[in-house]
Nanobody, 122 residues
Framework: QVQLVESGGGLVQPGGSLRLSCVGS????????MGWYRRAPGKERELVAI???????NYAGSVKGRFTISRDNAKNTVYLQMNSLKPEDTAVYYC????????????????WGQGTQVTVSS
């Protein structure tokens, strides 16, 4: 049993900030990569940011310098601090955990959250 639950989405004005959280629960032994993807209206899902277990990060060019991804391995939690938000950041943001090892499963698996809506509008 592994579940990812996102929180922190909402409506903000351009230039505002939001902090998204995603908590993994269940009998998790380890998670390799955790990250955030988003699906904007009329667009395909795209990678926003990824962070490895060791803290190595990668960002989409459109958010680099404005967004910061971080994680707390002890809490199986990943965060996305979003600053200087733009209308084009409006999307459903999805949490992803890749390479999950947990009690009761063999090998490693990939999990997705249900998504949280971020709307940037005046």
């Amino acid at each position: 049993q592994v579940q990812l639950v996102e929180s922190g989405g909402g409506l903000v004005q351009p230039g505002g900030s939001l902090r998204l959280s995603c908590v993994g629960s269940g009998s998790i032994l380890s998670i390799n990569f955790m990250g955030w993807y988003r699906r904007a209206p009329g667009k395909e899902r795209e990678l926003v940011a990824i962070i490895s277990k060791g803290g190595t990060t990668n960002y989409a060019g459109s958010v680099k310098g404005r967004f910061t991804i971080s994680r707390d391995n002890a809490k199986n939690t990943v965060y996305l601090q979003m600053n200087s938000l733009k209308p084009e950041d409006t999307a459903v943001y999805y949490c992803n955990a890749d390479g999950v090892s947990a009690i009761g499963i063999g090998g490693r698996k990939n999990y997705w959250g249900q998504g949280t809506q971020v709307t940037v509008s005046s």
